[in-house]
């Protein structure tokens, strides 16, 4: 398989965003002066995962260290480096800047992270950012981590921040695939980057697990299930974050490609990358749309059983306010003759009806003739 020469690959670059950056905010000494004391204690540590030198895609050597990388590059022809850091302090990477040729800025936003998904080019160097993700069973949660990439004529510098993407599984892919290995840092691009798109399947998978679970708890009535919505529409937000950029990127690439020639492996690995991470947009952008169809469903659930409550809340007031009416009324039937029973048991001397001879039946007509009139009047009005 022909080798691809990485100086044809850049000067057809045009479709790619150059860096955004015209005048360097700081230089290299302020870059590393910032990193001290603290990033000095932290660059004692030795960052590197993995160093290889590879001839005609094969391994035939292993640097201890970045400097013997570099300068096995200068001494072995047609020669491949690849350098794994995890976490590497300003310190690590300004020793290689002049080397490899990389950018302070890049290197400020490789040291610093927490940067999206980007292609940027800086001379003869592409600076990639990567945001790899995976699902957590446990926690039925999505993670991300970050991957900084420089790719250059002859080499490529990898910078983890998270544990995922494991990229010694993809230094082993392309060890087995010699041909793939030969094309160049552009077929290190090509596999690090199908890996990140790769573990994109599980985090579907689990997103829409979740999803199927959210609707259950909706229709149960779950309480709980309007947190947990807005809670799987964040993570789902995060992860489009991590994929959207990936379309422009992958279509920068394949357009570059198409202006060199001897890259047809290439062109046809990049747009297979690209089909799966169109395949991943349309689904994340679905779940999306499912979520605002949940929440709007869940707040019309919400909205009915409220107004189920307030219904039985008023019957429930209406049945006591009947209850005190009857309650009311018999109080009144009952109390009028006790006015009666209390005038004439007062027991006065100078009460000339005390003295009647139908004195006491006429009081008891009066106290029947009240209740009948109260009873009648109250039953007429509804109250018993």
């Known amino acids: 398989m022909k080798s691809v020469k990485f100086s044809s690959v850049m000067k057809g670059i045009t479709a790619i965003r150059p860096s955004s950056h015209q005048n360097p905010s700081r230089d290299t000494a302020a870059l590393a002066a910032d990193s001290a004391p603290d990033a000095r204690a932290e660059a004692r ?15 035939v050597l292993s640097p201890a260290s970045p400097a013997e990388a570099i300068t096995a590059l200068e001494t072995i022809p047609d020669s491949l480096g690849w350098i794994g850091l995890f976490r590497p302090s300003a310190e690590e990477l300004l020793a290689m800047e002049n080397s490899f040729g990389l950018h302070p800025l890049a290197i400020e936003d490789a040291v610093a992270a927490h940067q ?34 420089f790719v250059g004529p002859n080499f490529v510098v990898s910078v983890r921040h998270s544990e995922s993407p494991d990229l010694s599984v993809v230094r082993r892919r392309m ?17 690090i980057m199908d890996a990140v798109v790769d573990q994109y399947a599980p985090v579907v998978a689990g997103l ?63 747009r297979d990358v690209a089909d799966h991470v169109t395949v ?7 779940f999306r749309q499912t979520l605002r169809e949940i929440l709007t469903v869940n707040a019309t659930l919400v909205a009915q059983r409220q107004n189920e409550d307030m219904k039985k809340l008023a019957e429930t007031s209406n049945h006591q306010n009947d209850e005190v009416k009857k309650i009311s009324a018999w109080a009144a039937i009952f109390f009028a003759p006790t006015v009666v029973t209390g005038i004439y048991g007062m027991n006065f001397d100078n009460m000339p009806e005390l003295h009647f001879t139908w004195g006491y039946p006429a009081a008891i007509g009066l106290m029947v003739a009240l209740s009948v009139g109260l009873y009648g009047m109250f039953k007429k009005r509804g109250w018993l």
Do not use: C, W
């Open 45 to 59: 540590r030795n960052s590197t995962i993995d160093n290889a030198i590879y001839s005609g895609g094969t391994r």
């Open 175 to 191: 060890e087995s695939e010699p041909e793939l290995l030969s094309l160049g840092p552009v077929a290190v691009l090509y596999a």
């Open 116 to 149: 999206r998904p980007k292609l940027e080019r800086y001379g003869d160097v592409l600076f990639v950012v990567l945001r790899a993700a995976f699902y957590v069973d446990e926690r039925e949660e999505v993670e991300f981590g970050e991957l900084h990439l």
């Open 280 to 286: 991943v947009n349309d689904r994340v952008d679905g």
């Open 208 to 270: 829409e697990t979740d999803i199927d679970q959210i609707e259950a708890q909706v229709f149960e009535g779950d309480p709980s299930v309007s947190r947990r919505i807005y809670e799987l529409s964040q993570e789902v937000l995060d992860f489009q974050r991590a994929t959207l950029p990936l379309t422009a990127m992958l279509t920068n690439l394949r357009t570059l490609f198409e202006q060199v020639e001897g890259t047809l492996e290439l062109k046809r690995a990049f």
